[in-house]
């Protein structure tokens, strides 16, 4: 799994080329990413439930 850094860095390159994108296909894939990619770094920066970080 790719870091935080990593993960914001290819969450907004995504969002970017979902802006940008030429044919509404492409734009469709790259949102998809960009939404997976946004799941990932919700997971690693907000504490789950049952987490230690919670106490």
């Known amino acids: 799994m790719p870091d935080i850094n ?19 296909d492409e734009r469709a894939s790259q949102h998809a ?6 799941a990932q770094l919700d997971g690693l920066t907000y504490p789950q439930a049952g987490s230690f970080m919670l106490d």
Do not use: E, S, V
């Open 6 to 24: 990593q993960l914001f860095q290819l969450h907004q390159l995504a969002t970017q080329r979902a802006i940008h994108a030429d044919c509404a």
């Open 33 to 38: 990413l960009a939404l997976g990619y946004a």
